[in-house]
Every structure is written in structure tokens, then in C-alpha cells.
């Protein structure tokens, strides 16, 4: 992955370290692949390697969006319990953000299958192309022109250097809405994996095939009867507009864990319209039928507190005083456990947290889930004899 001997020299954090510190001043590392459980592990030391970024990539992560997110994490978004407010470009920076940590681990397949998947009717976009690009190049390139804006469709769209990759996954993580999600006291707390985040399709997925068809087909139901009824033209295109978001984002949410105890949520819109389908009488597919978690509560959106009036049927009307304000979430004991199952799911080689102790459960929940007949992608059956032997459970391995 290295590509000229300068990078040798970087010891780059591909989970900021900013986070890590979040969770504990030392950490504890169990690799799947060798099945070794390391415990009281140093932040500077974790989900770390020398090379992993170009020196120009590295400056960047830290006074692009490191510095600035860093302030923001630890001022507002951790201090406050019950309710986080926010102003209209910090709402951004937390986007750019969890856009930055979509993009900051390098994963091959990911990138060319996205580079693959421009879609000419929705997206008019003409990326810029570097002959002979490798595609370790064109990923450092993406997260860089990222870096270099708000993080914004628009913004990526006029870079020199734009790709598509960095537009369409901007468009993704734009198109959502946030939530904050909280691990109640006393109870496990989150696991941080060396992807850094995770999501959760619809319900259905057998770990084999990922459809995620049924919100693409209600979307479609609504643009169908919004087009029979005539509807004006600014609402017609709020649907299209949503319509376009929820084919680019697929799952029914992504989790971004910011400490042992708390999570940023992006959920699709389709949940956001789904809500305001069915408060005009139309019917919407039960949350039962979609997700795991079928906690109402959690996929509220926010509230907006705008400064100038709003008029119906003229465009919206941005302050740099709008407020955005968003209840934080506490879940229950098992929502924490099945979250953590999701990360546990989706992982390279480093699954961490702050101490056995205060995961077992989820581990444990993970062996459950994927009991017979059902097959585990991840194979943790050196953490599981862990449990057993410090513990005393027996789990008939």
C-alpha cells in the first residue's frame, strides 16, 4: 500500500486518535485474525501504522478537520446530556466529518466499486481524471478534495481535483439526518473496530445478500402517487430529491462512535419522509419490517429553529444563527448489545474497547445471534474461551 519511501516516516492513526481518547487513556485490542487479546494498550499505539498516509494527507486530517472537530467534540457535543444544539456550519463539521471517517480507511474493493457505480440520470458529474491513477492514488486524492471544502456536494463539484467517489458519498452523508445516540449507565458500552463505524441494512439480510429493497420500493409508490396528484412542483422535487438520497443511501442507518458511551447516527431519509408520509394518512412499512431496532423513538428527527421566516413554496432561508437540536437518544441494554453486534460484524482485524468488563455482553450477544444455523462472518472464538475461562460462563465452545 506504501507508494514512495516518505511515508514511511508518518505514524498515521486511520481511527483518529482524537476519539480513541474518548474511550480510555489505554485501550483493549482483540485481533480476530490471530485470536490475541491485548489489554491496557496505549491510544498512541492503536489502530495506528507507519505509512498509512502521505505526509500532505496527514498536515491535512489534522488542521482540516481534526482540530476543528476536536474542539466541537469535547466543548458541546460530549458536555451536553439530554440535548446537543447546534448552529447550521457546526452541523457541517460533524458531517464532514463522519464523511472524512468513511473515507480515511482505505479499502480497495469499496473505492473501485464506487467509482463503478455513477448513476448518469441522477448525477451530472464530470470528474476529473488523472492518467494512469492508481486507485490507492485516486483514494488519497478523494479524501483530500474532501478535506479541502465543507464537505458539501456543491463544494466538491467546482474542486480542481474532484472525484466522484468524494461527491457521491458526500451526497450520502448530506442527505441524511443526524442523530446522538447514548450507552445508559451501568450497562455495556460501545466497541470501536478498526473500520471505525457501521451499519444496519434492512431486516432479512441473511448475511449473504444485501437487498435493501423494500424503502427504494415504498420511495418509488410515493413518486408514483406524487406524480398522479399533480403535486406543485417544490414538493414534487423534495420527493425526488429524497428519492435520489435513499438509492445512494441504501442501510437503514450508520453509527460513528465518539466515545464508550455516546455515537453520532446518520439515518436514511427515507425515515424522515416515511414520518411525514404517514402524518398526512398514508400508509409506510412498519418499522418492525425494516430494522432490528424498532424503537420509534430513535429515528425522530431534529428540530430547526430558523431565524428568518419560512415561506411556503419559495426556497429555504439559511442564518448562520439556525439552530438544529437534537435529543440525545439513550438506548436500552439490548439495542447497546445489538449495535455493538453490527461493529463486531463488520471488521478488519481490530475489534476494541475500553474493558472486557464492560462488553461482555455484547460479545456474548454476537455468539447468540449467530448460533447455528446461522454462520458469523467474524470468528471470535479465542475472545469467547476468554469469557469462559475469566468469567466461568459455560459456552459449550
Not at 440535548?83 to 457541517?92: G, M
Not at 492518467?131 to 458539501?152: A, F, M, P, Q
Not at 424498532?294 to 430547526?304: A, M, S, W
Amino acid at each position: 500500500m506504501i507508494e514512495n519511501e516518505s511515508q514511511k516516516r508518518i505514524n498515521s492513526h486511520y481511527v483518529p486518535r482524537l476519539i480513541l481518547n474518548k474511550f480510555s487513556d489505554k485501550l483493549c485490542l482483540y485481533n480476530v485474525k490471530t485470536g490475541k487479546l491485548s489489554e491496557r494498550i496505549r491510544v498512541t499505539h492503536a489502530y495506528a501504522t507507519e505509512g498509512y498516509y502521505d505526509i500532505k494527507t496527514e498536515e491535512n486530517l489534522n488542521h482540516k478537520i481534526e482540530s476543528q472537530f476536536g474542539g466541537l467534540l469535547s466543548n458541546l457535543i460530549l458536555q451536553q446530556e439530554n440535548q446537543i444544539s447546534l448552529r447550521r456550519e457546526q452541523v457541517l463539521l460533524v458531517k464532514k466529518f463522519l464523511l472524512v471517517s468513511l473515507m480515511r480507511v482505505y479499502n480497495q474493493n469499496a473505492i473501485e466499486k464506487a467509482r463503478l457505480r455513477a448513476i448518469p440520470e441522477y448525477f451530472s458529474f464530470d470528474e476529473v481524471k488523472i492518467k494512469n491513477e492508481s486507485t490507492h492514488s485516486y483514494w488519497l486524492r478523494s479524501l483530500n478534495v474532501i478535506l479541502d471544502t465543507n464537505g458539501t456536494p456543491t463544494e466538491i463539484m467546482k474542486h480542481p481535483q474532484r472525484t466522484y467517489v468524494a461527491y457521491r458519498w458526500a451526497f450520502l452523508i448530506n442527505g441524511a439526518y443526524l442523530a446522538f445516540w447514548d450507552a445508559p449507565k451501568g450497562h455495556d458500552e460501545f466497541v470501536i473496530t478498526d473500520v471505525g463505524m457501521t451499519s444496519e441494512n434492512e431486516k432479512g439480510w441473511d448475511g449473504i445478500r444485501v437487498h435493501n429493497l423494500k424503502k427504494t420500493g415504498f420511495m418509488r409508490e410515493v413518486m408514483l402517487i406524487a406524480k398522479q396528484s399533480n403535486l406543485n412542483g417544490e414538493l414534487l422535487q423534495k420527493i425526488f430529491y429524497d428519492s435520489i438520497c435513499q438509492n445512494n443511501f441504501s442501510e437503514n442507518f450508520m453509527m460513528f462512535p465518539i466515545s464508550a458511551r455516546r455515537m453520532i447516527v446518520l439515518i436514511s431519509p427515507f425515515f424522515k419522509l416515511r414520518e411525514r408520509y404517514r402524518c398526512f394518512g398514508g400508509n409506510v412499512p412498519k418499522l418492525e419490517d425494516l430494522t432490528m431496532i424498532p424503537n420509534p423513538n430513535l429515528f425522530e428527527p431534529n428540530r430547526n429553529c430558523y431565524v428568518l421566516q419560512q415561506k411556503e413554496g419559495e426556497e429555504q432561508q439559511y442564518h448562520h444563527d439556525d439552530r438544529y437540536l437534537y435529543d440525545v437518544k439513550v438506548l436500552s441494554s439490548s439495542e447497546v448489545e445489538y449495535c455493538n453486534s453490527l461493529f463486531m460484524d463488520r471488521i478488519d482485524t481490530y475489534l476494541g474497547f475500553s474493558d472486557l468488563d464492560k462488553v461482555v455482553n455484547s460479545i456474548l450477544r454476537y455468539k447468540i445471534i449467530n448460533s447455528y444455523p446461522y454462520r458469523p462472518r467474524v470468528n471470535y472464538y479465542y475472545l469467547y474461551k476468554e469469557i469462559e475461562n475469566r468469567y466461568g460462563y459455560r459456552l459449550f465452545l
